[in-house]
């Protein structure tokens, strides 16, 4: 039974690399569990045994996406030993983590969430658990870089801030690379939040 078990978990994870890989080579549209079944090299039950239809397949994806996002961004910020120096870098180590597949797969199925209700709707409790990671993840990052309580909740607003504006500037650049205002946009966010840094380790 445990051998089925591993062997059912890594047939799923197979089936997950698969999708990440064509939804950023031909989008949501282009990506169906056909697409899906030959990139892995797996039957249609294999498949279908793991996500009964592609509503299934997409919040598996993005489910698997956002946990191996945070787990990077982790990863890419334990790095920087120093917990204020850290709290400093994390902008970069957001912005680097933006520009994974992994990254490209949850924006390009998000935006798709926009006009299927059935997606969005099995997507809405898989967004609301890995929220409440995010909150639970920068709150201990607040803690470490010795911030005051009063400024936790400023911090946490700013943190999804810095998410949704770089995950923004990351689809402008999808379209428009050659786009000077565009990187001048991702320094202004650099500065502010280094103005924010200033201010909440400011007298601690």
């Known amino acids: 039974m445990r051998r089925r078990t591993t062997r059912g978990e890594q047939t799923r994870q197979q089936i997950i690399a698969a999708s990440i890989v064509c939804l950023n080579r031909l ?49 890419r910020a334990n790095r920087i030993a120093d917990p204020q120096a850290r709290l400093r870098g994390i902008v970069d180590v957001f912005w680097e983590s933006q520009k994974l597949p992994a990254a490209t797969v949850v924006t390009e199925v998000l935006l798709a969430a926009r006009w299927d209700e059935a997606l969005a709707t099995a997507l809405r409790p898989v967004g609301e658990q890995i929220y409440q990671q995010f909150v639970i993840y920068v709150l201990e990052l607040l803690r470490e870089a010795d911030v005051r309580e009063a400024n936790f909740e400023e911090g946490l607003a700013h943190a999804y801030l810095l998410i949704l504006s770089l995950r923004g500037i990351a689809l402008e650049l999808m379209h428009n690379p050659g786009a000077d205002v ?13 103005a924010h840094c200033d201010k909440v380790l400011e007298g601690r």
């Open 27 to 75: 989008g949501y549209a282009g990506t169906s569990v056909e697409n899906v079944m030959d990139e892995a090299r797996l039957s249609r039950g294999s498949v279908l045994n793991q996500f009964p239809n592609r509503i299934a397949l997409m919040a598996g994806v993005i489910e698997a996406s956002l946990d191996s996002l945070m787990m990077e961004t982790n990863r």
């Open 182 to 194: 565009v990187y001048r946009a991702l320094d202004q966010i650099k500065s502010m939040h280094q």
